[in-house]
């Protein structure tokens, strides 16, 4: 990175950036309070709070939202007249899944092979710390020259859309002329990237009956309908023979235009076992950024250690159903709700319920602020080129916060790279691209109030 004194500043930061990744990550701010405490997302919640009282922060508060949890807001006021820049991140983490699979604990932020690994470390604990060192950059070299607003909310990977509804009922408070959305990530390390598109996503929960108990297989079993294999083959029904999704009603063959994912690249990045093949038609990146797909997320029905010879009465599984830009997520969920009530066999009960919905989004990347983010991520990234990508997850804010605010310009970036394996077990953080990234936002935000 050439030198300049916003880089330096960063870079004289990150051991403090560091320290307070590590105080984040030791929360077990899952926002699932069935099997996490909620104490530990209030923890961190107040971690963040503090954290914006620390940097002048203005109007810090802990934002009660619909869904039972709290989002962090707080106001850095800049010169008068200046535009406003939202800045979003979330402190709430996935489960750690198999904690057997981590090679160090995942709520300790452990440095190894050069990077920073624990839950959260990306996805999106680490995109608070990228905000807060582009502010400490910028008040260093001569002020903050924009109106800041954070907003990190705690429910993102629970879907429950708390901070939405909030933001709904409370219009005033969001309200910017760009919104960064630091919950993306680059294409992969060393590669400037921000994400134009993501796809929607809807959850839903199905079950099958079929008999007041379960029945001796022996006994009953070749005449009397089993539920599991009814829910088997309602599944099933939702993909083709080579994987693609395939819900009655709902176009899949949408291509992406813009920057390709090599499959071979994809394989590795996937860790997908030798000689298997990957799913679906089209190119990586149809499939990933453009195209519905469907995942069985889960199964309730008996576990095999411990199973018994016994025809199933009843089972159920929790459905997601990926939505590309383009297609209204209320439609695509009548649809799966239909296709799945449709392929029901044997006559056997079934009852669908959505349980989550997010729309999908697309960018505007005509905006003036797109043109004064590829000129500062080019300084960050020693002159590369910042790439235009779509993401296959989703961030429901997105489309609320264009709703409300149809002429905020937003962007995404953030620390998500493939390397990180967000969601995933040993999930991880390169700490160069949180430099170079907090450094392209600093830049950003000078650059916008120049524009």
Same mark, same amino acid.
């Given at each position: 990175?050439?030198?300049?004194?916003?880089?330096?500043?960063?870079?004289?930061?990150?051991?403090?950036?560091?320290? &307070?990744?590590?105080?984040?990550?030791?929360?077990?701010?899952?926002?699932?309070?069935?099997?996490?405490?909620?104490?530990?997302? &209030?923890?961190?919640?107040?971690?963040?709070?503090? @954290?914006?009282?620390?940097?002048?922060?203005?109007?810090?508060?802990?934002?009660?939202?619909?869904?039972?949890?709290?989002?962090?807001?707080?106001?850095?006021?800049?010169?008068?007249?200046?535009?406003?820049?939202?800045?979003?991140?979330?402190?709430?983490?996935?489960?750690?899944?198999?904690? @057997?699979?981590?090679?160090?604990?995942?709520?300790?932020?452990?440095?190894?092979?050069?990077?920073?690994?624990?839950?959260?470390?990306?996805?999106?604990?680490?995109?608070?710390?990228?905000?807060?060192?582009?502010?400490?950059?910028?008040?260093?070299?001569?002020?903050?020259?924009?109106?800041?607003?954070?907003?990190?909310?705690?429910?993102? &990977?629970?879907?429950?859309?708390?901070?939405?509804?909030?933001?709904?009922?409370?219009?005033?408070?969001?309200?910017?002329?760009?919104?960064?959305?630091?919950?993306?990530?680059?294409?992969?390390?060393?590669?400037?990237?921000?994400?134009?598109?993501?796809?929607?996503?809807?959850?839903?929960?199905?079950?099958?009956?079929?008999?007041?108990?379960?029945?001796?297989?022996?006994?009953?079993?070749? @005449?009397?309908?089993?539920?599991?294999?009814?829910?088997?083959?309602?599944?099933?029904?939702?993909?083709?023979?080579?994987?693609?999704?395939?819900?009655?009603?709902?176009?899949?063959?949408?291509?992406?235009?813009?920057?390709?994912?090599?499959?071979?690249?994809?394989?590795?990045?996937?860790?997908?076992?030798?000689?298997?093949?990957?799913?679906?038609?089209?190119?990586?990146?149809?499939?990933?950024?453009?195209?519905?797909?469907?995942?069985?997320?889960?199964?309730?029905?008996?576990?095999?250690?411990?199973?018994?010879?016994?025809?199933?009465?009843?089972?159920?599984?929790?459905?997601?159903?990926?939505?590309?830009?383009?297609?209204?997520?209320? &439609?695509?969920?009548?649809?799966?709700?239909?296709?799945?009530?449709?392929?029901?066999?044997?006559?056997?009960?079934?009852?669908?319920?959505?349980?989550?919905?997010?729309?999908?989004?697309?960018?505007?990347?005509?905006?003036?602020?797109?043109?004064?983010?590829?000129?500062?991520?080019?300084?960050?990234?020693?002159?590369?080129?910042?790439?235009?990508?779509?993401?296959?997850?989703?961030?429901?804010?997105?489309?609320?916060?264009?709703?409300?605010?149809?002429?905020?310009?937003?962007?995404?970036?953030?620390?998500?790279?493939?390397? @990180?394996?967000?969601?995933?077990?040993?999930?991880?953080?390169?700490?160069?691209?949180?430099?170079?990234?907090?450094?392209?936002?600093?830049?950003?935000?000078?650059?916008?109030?120049?524009?």
């Amino acid at each position: 990175m050439p030198s300049n004194p916003v880089a330096e500043t960063v870079a004289s930061l990150m051991p403090r950036a560091k320290a &307070e990744l590590t105080e984040l990550v030791a929360f077990k701010s899952v926002a699932d309070f069935d099997q996490f405490p909620r104490s530990e997302s &209030e923890a961190a919640a107040n971690w963040v709070a503090a @954290a914006l009282r620390t940097e002048g922060f203005q109007d810090v508060a802990l934002l009660d939202t619909p869904d039972g949890t709290q989002s962090v807001y707080g106001c850095l006021p800049g010169p008068e007249g200046a535009k406003t820049a939202l800045l979003y991140a979330h402190y709430d983490v996935q489960p750690p899944l198999d904690e @057997a699979g981590w090679v160090t604990p995942p709520f300790e932020l452990t440095e190894r092979d050069g990077r920073w690994y624990g839950r959260g470390s990306a996805d999106c604990k680490g995109g608070l710390v990228m905000h807060l060192l582009a502010l400490r950059a910028l008040k260093a070299n001569g002020g903050v020259p924009v109106h800041v607003k954070v907003i990190a909310e705690g429910s993102e &990977e629970q879907g429950t859309g708390g901070l939405e509804r909030y933001a709904e009922e409370h219009p005033e408070l969001l309200a910017a002329d760009t919104i960064i959305i630091g919950d993306a990530g680059n294409f992969r390390v060393g590669v400037p990237t921000v994400t134009t598109a993501l796809r929607g996503m809807t959850l839903v929960r199905v079950r099958v009956d079929t008999l007041e108990g379960n029945l001796h297989s022996g006994q009953f079993g070749g @005449a009397a309908p089993d539920a599991l294999g009814a829910l088997i083959r309602v599944l099933d029904s939702l993909r083709a023979e080579d994987g693609s999704t395939t819900v009655d009603g709902l176009t899949s063959d949408t291509r992406w235009e813009g920057l390709q994912y090599d499959e071979e690249r994809f394989r590795k990045d996937a860790k997908v076992l030798d000689g298997v093949e990957l799913i679906g038609s089209g190119t990586v990146a149809d499939r990933i950024w453009a195209r519905p797909a469907v995942t069985v997320l889960g199964i309730d029905c008996p576990p095999v250690v411990g199973a018994t010879p016994s025809v199933q009465a009843g089972a159920r599984a929790l459905v997601s159903l990926r939505v590309p830009p383009g297609v209204d997520t209320v &439609e695509a969920t009548k649809l799966l709700h239909a296709h799945l009530e449709a392929h029901t066999p044997w006559g056997a009960r079934v009852r669908t319920e959505q349980i989550g919905q997010g729309q999908p989004f697309r960018a505007d990347t005509t905006s003036p602020a797109y043109g004064a983010m590829a000129k500062a991520m080019s300084v960050a990234y020693d002159g590369a080129e910042m790439q235009y990508a779509g993401q296959g997850g989703s961030i429901p804010l997105c489309n609320t916060l264009a709703s409300l605010y149809p002429r905020a310009e937003i962007l995404l970036i953030g620390l998500s790279e493939p390397e @990180a394996q967000i969601h995933a077990v040993n999930e991880s953080v390169s700490p160069e691209e949180l430099e170079r990234l907090s450094v392209a936002e600093a830049l950003f935000l000078r650059n916008y109030a120049a524009s």
